[in-house]
């Protein structure tokens, strides 16, 4: 079966992508599928490369990074990125192939490419069209894990309007209902990017100012003090799994996108150290996460976690990273399913809700 994995994309987070694509070419079973890598150019082109086999193994992540050219060339060893060719979106469409968008971020794992994909009529790994979008919306994934009874820190939605044209209501708002350090994010972004850390309002402003840079809509949170940051990973479509929960211990206060990806100065704990009682809670609150924003295949369910043992559910992120350094491949192998396993696990979840999802259309036109 071919996988066409597809990755970069015009978010923020298109370096990510690439070390996500990269570290599943190095562990997908070659021995049932050959990959068919796609490359999104930071401006939105769509770019096909050479089919990948066990013998062609990629030296590096930047060997991923295509560039235009006429025909398809795969890259030698010592060179540090290959050549592909320029395509439409909907050619990809294919018998026997499944799709592996290692996308994050806007126009990845919002519900856009979901909804082409659907289109199509092809098997995705990951979250559906409604499941994406939802989680993407740290406003509206609030909104629904409220009704699903799930704690979570107070917060404060800013529409771009709002802060356009009633800035003093905005601060009005915010220090009225929370108090600093606040937490201010773009309301759809991932990998924290574009998050900053206020202590009053002068950084209140440069925070938001930030944040609306990436997004129409930002989020003003409630800080914790001395809260720990829990992560559980999430597998399965109606039959669900979770993980060990594992624990980001951080040598910076703050954990923004330079510590996280280049820097690294996070460290994993796996599993975490807490009790069977608070463990037993954050893993039932990451299924219910899942099942309230219809979610499939895979998620990370982001927690904090305070000193007293109270937990707040954080956000959930349907396509976590797979890079060297992420958690969600590292909370299954201290689980018991390792790298390869789980994309194979990946793989047959996306081929089952297909095939779930072509009989509900059969019925729906008889």
Same mark, same amino acid.
């Given at each position: 079966?071919?996988?066409?994995?597809?990755?970069?994309?015009?978010?923020?987070?298109? &370096?990510?992508?690439?070390?996500?694509?990269?570290?599943?070419?190095?562990?997908?079973?070659?021995?049932?599928?050959?990959?068919?890598?796609?490359?999104?150019?930071?401006?939105?082109?769509?770019?096909?490369?050479?089919?990948?086999? /066990?013998?062609?193994?990629?030296?590096?992540?930047?060997?991923?990074?295509?560039?235009?050219?006429?025909?398809?060339?795969?890259?030698?060893? =010592?060179?540090?990125?290959?050549?592909?060719?320029?395509?439409?979106?909907?050619?990809?469409?294919?018998?026997?192939?499944?799709?592996?968008?290692?996308?994050?971020?806007?126009?990845?794992?919002?519900?856009?490419?979901?909804?082409?994909? !659907?289109?199509?009529?092809?098997?995705?790994?990951?979250?559906?069209?409604?499941?994406?979008?939802?989680?993407? =919306?740290?406003?509206?994934?609030? #909104?629904?894990?409220?009704?699903?009874?799930?704690?979570?820190?107070?917060?404060?939605?800013?529409?771009?309007?709002?802060?356009?044209?009633?800035?003093?209501?905005?601060?009005?708002?915010?220090?009225?209902?929370? *108090?600093?350090?606040?937490?201010?994010?773009?309301? $759809?972004?991932?990998? @924290?990017?574009?998050?900053?850390?206020?202590?009053?309002?002068?950084?209140?402003? !440069?925070?938001?100012?930030?944040?609306?840079?990436?997004?129409?809509?930002?989020?003003?949170?409630?800080?914790? #003090?001395?809260?720990?940051?829990?992560?559980?990973?999430?597998?399965? $479509?109606? &039959?669900?799994?979770? @993980?060990?929960?594992?624990?980001?211990?951080?040598?910076?206060?703050?954990? =923004?996108?330079?510590?996280?990806?280049?820097? $690294? =100065?996070?460290?994993?704990?796996?599993?975490?150290?807490?009790?069977?009682?608070?463990?037993?809670?954050?893993?039932?609150?990451?299924?219910?996460?899942?099942?309230?924003?219809?979610?499939?295949?895979?998620?990370?369910?982001?927690?904090?976690?305070?000193?007293?043992?109270?937990?707040? *559910?954080?956000?959930?992120?349907?396509?976590?990273?797979?890079? #060297?350094? @992420?958690?969600?491949?590292?909370?299954?192998? /201290?689980?018991?399913?390792?790298?390869? &396993?789980?994309?194979?696990?990946?793989? #047959?979840?996306?081929?089952?809700?297909?095939?779930?999802?072509? /009989?509900?259309?059969?019925?729906?036109? /008889?």
């Amino acid at each position: 079966m071919k996988i066409f994995l597809i990755y970069g994309g015009k978010s923020a987070e298109h &370096d990510i992508s690439i070390l996500t694509a990269y570290s599943i070419t190095q562990e997908v079973y070659y021995q049932y599928y050959e990959i068919e890598p796609v490359y999104i150019t930071r401006d939105g082109q769509w770019v096909k490369g050479p089919v990948i086999h /066990q013998a062609d193994k990629l030296r590096n992540a930047e060997s991923l990074r295509l560039s235009v050219g006429k025909e398809a060339v795969f890259a030698q060893k =010592d060179q540090e990125s290959s050549i592909g060719v320029l395509i439409e979106p909907s050619s990809i469409k294919s018998e026997d192939a499944v799709i592996f968008p290692a996308l994050h971020g806007p126009n990845g794992e919002d519900g856009t490419v979901q909804g082409l994909f !659907e289109v199509l009529g092809m098997p995705y790994v990951g979250a559906g069209v409604l499941a994406s979008a939802v989680g993407m =919306d740290k406003i509206v994934s609030k #909104q629904l894990f409220q009704q699903a009874g799930l704690p979570q820190v107070p917060y404060v939605p800013v529409p771009k309007r709002y802060w356009l044209h009633q800035r003093e209501d905005v601060y009005n708002r915010c220090e009225g209902t929370l *108090i600093y350090p606040m937490f201010v994010k773009p309301a $759809n972004l991932g990998s @924290s990017v574009g998050i900053s850390k206020a202590e009053n309002r002068e950084e209140l402003t !440069e925070a938001i100012n930030l944040a609306f840079q990436y997004d129409r809509r930002v989020i003003v949170e409630q800080g914790l #003090q001395e809260a720990r940051e829990i992560e559980v990973a999430v597998l399965g $479509n109606d &039959d669900i799994h979770t @993980s060990v929960p594992g624990e980001l211990v951080k040598s910076v206060e703050f954990y =923004d996108y330079e510590s996280k990806y280049i820097n $690294n =100065d996070v460290r994993m704990q796996i599993p975490a150290t807490l009790s069977e009682e608070t463990t037993e809670k954050i893993r039932e609150y990451a299924v219910r996460a899942f099942q309230a924003i219809d979610g499939s295949g895979l998620s990370r369910c982001d927690f904090f976690v305070t000193s007293n043992s109270e937990i707040f *559910i954080n956000e959930v992120n349907t396509m976590p990273g797979f890079t #060297q350094f @992420s958690m969600y491949p590292s909370l299954w192998k /201290q689980t018991g399913l390792s790298y390869g &396993d789980l994309i194979e696990e990946l793989i #047959q979840l996306a081929l089952r809700r297909a095939e779930e999802r072509s /009989q509900y259309q059969q019925k729906n036109h /008889q």
